[in-house]
């Protein structure tokens, strides 16, 4: 994902200069340095909007610090041009669009700020987002992200569909595996929809955030697929949780062929597994939406899931970090998290959020789920070699999960084998 670098520099795209106008190469180790600063953020339009008042409200107050902002530059992927900045020493101050399963190897390329270094660092990010913070240290337990926010990964079920299959729109039987099959299955066979759910089954890396992790996570009350250096994935739970969607493969009830458009708004399947996001995505749809299903009924208020995050990177090509770290403080105020979930429906990654914004909530029910869930998301592993220990995992997966092929227990029982040599790895 990283190693095209090259690529985007060659095709011409034209990358912000770092921070003061002074182009790569001048960036000092001084955190106290002030001055203006280039930030870039992501190109959803209701993320541009947000950034767009916040970076108003900053230039307001401090027109000696003045922000230049914009949508991070085209490109294969956010995190293929972030590499080609820090390749090229111009990467902007701040990047409010930075995926956890990247942040390891920008930090090996030199191209992150340890957030821990400043005085107020880990205070300002542990007050802020309490015991999820851990999940965002390094090795270390340093800080070369910031926890920004959020999309809680739930079910999504049509409920017309539901109810012509003769189920109940209100109270689906989706708690447990057992449940979530017999319900599947009823859907199917009722002739609603040529699948009950269809996760991609592409063999992207990150797929697997969207069919067994969070499953593994609610089974197991939140454990990472790699802990202590080690994958954990090779147990009970996680047998379990394969399992189950192998069963959902090999019934027909999941598709092995991946639909080339919206498969939930268009009705080729009942159920999808989608964040926050969503509810404007599909705000014409008559959905409900449930917690991910777990080995026997869990109350959906112990329940986890994958957080589908994305964190913010404070980047070593900036002259004045000092200001960096103050903006992503502004940007991260209690203020300002109430404007992005006001203008977004994404979650920031703060504690207590029901009662911080329970005006918000109040005037939004259909998000109140997904602020309680907020609290209770899992990440993806850090380290230099999250992609890779990911896509092992997605490479054993796709073979015996989604096309059957072999034993599912020992597939992961040699993903985890070579996972653990991976998360070994410097």
């Known amino acids: 994902m990283l190693a095209a670098t090259g690529l985007a520099l060659a095709s011409g795209l034209v990358l912000a200069a770092c921070s003061g106008?002074?182009?790569?190469?001048?960036?000092?180790?001084?955190?106290?340095?002030?001055?203006?600063?280039?930030?870039?953020?992501?190109?959803?339009?209701?993320e541009v909007e947000w950034g767009k008042q916040m970076v108003e409200a900053w230039n307001a107050e401090n027109p000696d610090q003045e922000i230049t902002a914009q949508e991070i530059p085209a490109g294969k992927s956010s995190e293929e041009v972030i590499g080609a900045a820090i390749t090229a020493g111009n990467a902007p101050?701040?990047?409010?669009?930075?995926?956890?399963?990247?942040?390891?190897?920008?930090?090996?390329?030199?191209?992150?700020?340890?957030?821990?270094?400043?005085?107020?660092?880990?205070?300002?990010?542990?007050?802020?987002?309490?015991?999820?913070?851990?999940q965002y240290q390094n090795a270390d337990g340093d800080y070369f992200q910031f926890p920004w926010k959020s999309n809680p990964v739930v079910i999504f079920y049509n409920k017309d569909l539901f109810a012509q299959a003769g189920l109940d729109p209100e109270n689906p039987k989706l708690s447990t595996y057992d449940d979530f099959l017999a319900t599947s299955k009823a859907l199917v066979d009722a002739g609603v929809a040529p699948y009950a759910i269809q996760p991609a089954p592409t063999s992207e890396f990150f797929q697997m955030?969207?069919?067994?992790?969070p499953l593994y996570a609610a089974a197991t009350g939140g454990a990472q697929i790699v802990e202590d250096g080690k994958a954990t994935f090779a147990d009970e739970a996680g047998y379990e949780a394969a399992g189950f969607w192998r069963d959902l493969y090999?019934?027909?009830?999941?598709?092995?062929?991946?639909?080339?458009?919206?498969?939930?708004?268009?009705?080729?399947?009942a159920m999808a597994i989608v964040g926050p996001w969503a509810i404007s995505v599909y705000g014409d749809m008559n959905f409900g939406s449930v917690p991910v299903p777990t080995p026997e009924a869990t109350?959906?208020?112990?329940?986890w899931t994958f957080s589908d995050a994305k964190n913010i990177g404070l980047f070593s090509a900036c002259e004045n970090k000092g200001t960096?770290?103050?903006v992503l403080k502004f940007a991260t105020s209690e203020e300002q998290d109430g404007q992005f979930l006001e203008l977004t429906g994404q979650m920031p990654l703060r504690q207590d959020l029901p009662t911080v914004y329970a005006d918000y909530f109040a005037a939004n029910p259909e998000y109140v789920a997904f602020g309680d869930q907020?609290?209770?998301?899992?990440?993806?592993?850090?380290?230099?070699?999250?992609?890779?220990?990911?896509?092992?995992?997605?490479?054993?997966?796709?073979?015996?999960?989604i096309f059957g092929e072999g034993d599912v227990d020992a597939a992961l029982d040699e993903a985890a084998a070579t996972i653990d040599g991976l998360a070994s790895q410097p």
């Open 21 to 46: 106008g002074s182009g790569g190469g001048g960036a000092s180790d001084d955190l106290t340095a002030t001055g203006p600063i280039t930030i870039w953020y992501s190109n959803n339009a209701t």
């Open 93 to 134: 101050c701040l990047v409010l669009n930075t995926a956890p399963s990247a942040v390891g190897q920008f930090e090996k390329q030199g191209g992150l700020v340890n957030l821990s270094e400043f005085p107020d660092g880990a205070e300002y990010i542990e007050t802020r987002s309490g015991d999820l913070a851990e």
């Open 209 to 213: 955030q969207f069919d067994f992790y």
């Open 250 to 269: 090999d019934q027909g009830l999941a598709g092995q062929e991946q639909y080339q458009g919206d498969s939930f708004a268009d009705s080729q399947a």
């Open 299 to 303: 109350p959906a208020d112990e329940v």
């Open 324 to 326: 960096a770290w103050e």
């Open 374 to 401: 907020a609290s209770r998301t899992v990440e993806v592993p850090a380290g230099p070699n999250t992609v890779q220990i990911m896509q092992t995992f997605r490479d054993a997966w796709s073979k015996a999960v």
